[in-house]
């Protein structure tokens, strides 16, 4: 079991499986909430809050208006604006906090999680559910992955951001070479 080529066949297995049990239409719903916000705005902790920062890359590539909240440079969020949250469990509670003050103040609220009826998700308008265990959410391991803590849901999350990036890069018509030429330059 814990030979490279075995772990290989079953990581990859498991983040397939994962993935195409995402229903397309909520990435349609996503990408429609993406496309038609005035600002975005990224969060998530730990490991899926790095994954959200570095889709908060590639959505600046593509040419959104892109913020990650906790960045002292980031601006008020308000009206027209959305707020993408990326929680295994849904149930973080600066997350959670996070999603009840920016719908109060008229933003969206749109989440990727493997749990729609936690609390974010009950004040999220756009759901994309991954399903992977969380123990966070207090299930253990043995619930339905090999791999350990939520290395499910954050390998599965990463890719499903990128083809959400693919999908938007075809749909607005731009090239690698457009996007690459947003790419920091002050490197």
């Not at 990224?42 to 899926?48: A, E, F, T």
């Not at 969020?77 to 959670?96: E, F, K, N, Q, W």
Request: net charge neutral; glycine share 10%; proline share 4%.
């Amino acid at each position: 079991m814990n030979s490279y080529s075995t772990l290989v066949d079953l990581v990859t297995g498991e983040v397939s499986t994962a993935l195409r049990a995402v229903d397309p239409a909520s990435l349609d719903a996503l990408r429609a909430a993406l496309g038609s916000a005035r600002r975005v705005y990224l969060v998530g902790k730990g490991r899926s809050g790095l994954l959200m920062r570095a889709f908060a890359i590639r959505l600046m590539h593509l040419g959104l208006t892109v913020h990650v909240v906790d960045e002292p440079s980031t601006p008020a969020i308000g009206a027209g604006d959305l707020l993408v949250i990326g929680s295994g469990s849904g149930r973080t509670a600066s997350l959670v906090g996070y999603a009840e003050k920016a719908s109060s103040l008229g933003a969206k609220v749109a989440l990727i999680t493997a749990y729609p009826d936690s609390p974010v998700g009950q004040r999220a308008g756009v759901i994309v559910r991954i399903p992977a265990p969380s123990v966070k959410a207090g299930e253990a391991t043995a619930s339905g992955s090999a791999q350990p803590m939520a290395n499910l849901f954050e390998q599965s999350l990463m890719l499903l951001l990128d083809i959400v990036t693919i999908q938007m890069m075809h749909e607005r018509g731009l090239s690698e070479a457009e996007m690459f030429a947003r790419h920091a330059n002050l490197e």
